[in-house]
């Protein structure tokens, strides 16, 4: 256990549906990391917070993706009108600072969009 | 530009030693990771090396070369637990992680 907790652990979901996932850090992180990995790949960065702050976004993040970080607590991922290529292991990583070189990971979301 | 390479699948035997090449080119660099991922599991830190040089942490060492782009992953004494994926990442100058497709290792009695 890295202390960082996602939930849900899986979820399955229908093509067009909404989907919210969740990312509790290290309490004393401020830097929380969104990843994408897919099968026999290495995560694809998503955005990443310092703080309540979105600091940047990936390309890869359409119009369908948002995130936040309201109280630079615990962050949330949501994908609206899901796609079938969404399926992927949603990876959240968090670290004490921009200089600070250990990211732990979260178990991760399993989403899976039939 | 974000270009880092990895084989994707190695083979070794149970009590072997096994080393696990990274390639990378970038204008930025800020350091080089190994991570350790199970399969359906998320990541754990191995190692991070940011100058020149062997690394060693018990069964595991790993090598830097930033004038080559270049680094490895020693693993010794190898047990059949060590059967994983090995993610090479470097961070870049806005301190992201850029991460290789990983290398898949299979470990045989």
């Known amino acids: 256990d890295t202390g960082v907790s996602q939930d849900p652990r899986h979820k399955i979901t229908k093509r067009g549906q909404n989907v919210t996932f969740r990312c509790d850090p290290i309490s004393e992180h401020n830097r929380l990391y969104w990843y994408r990995q897919t099968l026999g790949q290495g995560p694809e960065f998503l955005t990443y917070f310092q703080n309540e702050a979105q600091l940047e976004k990936s390309r890869l993040l359409s119009d369908r993706f948002s995130a936040e970080r309201p109280k630079g607590s615990f962050s949330t991922l949501e994908i609206q009108r899901t796609e079938q290529g969404d399926s992927a292991m949603y990876l959240c990583?968090?670290?004490?600072?921009?200089?600070?070189?250990?990211?732990?990971f979260g178990p991760g979301t399993r989403l899976t969009v039939t | 530009g974000q270009n880092i390479d990895q084989p994707t699948e190695m083979t070794a035997t149970e009590g072997a030693i096994v080393q696990i090449n990274c390639t990378y080119q970038t204008s930025g660099f800020n350091g080089l990771f190994w991570y350790q991922q199970h399969a359906g599991e998320a990541p754990t830190f191995l190692s991070y090396?940011?100058l020149d040089g062997l690394e060693e942490k018990g069964r595991f060492s790993s090598f830097l070369s930033r004038s080559k782009g270049y680094s490895y992953l020693l693993l010794k004494e190898l047990q059949m637990k060590d059967s994983a994926s090995y993610l090479c990442?470097?961070?870049?100058?806005?301190?992201?992680?850029?991460w290789g497709a990983g290398t898949k290792l299979i470990i045989k009695p």
């Open positions: 990583g968090t670290k004490g600072g921009a200089y600070a070189y250990e990211q732990y």
């Open positions: 990442a470097y961070m870049d100058s806005n301190y992201q992680l850029i």
């Open positions: 090396n940011v």
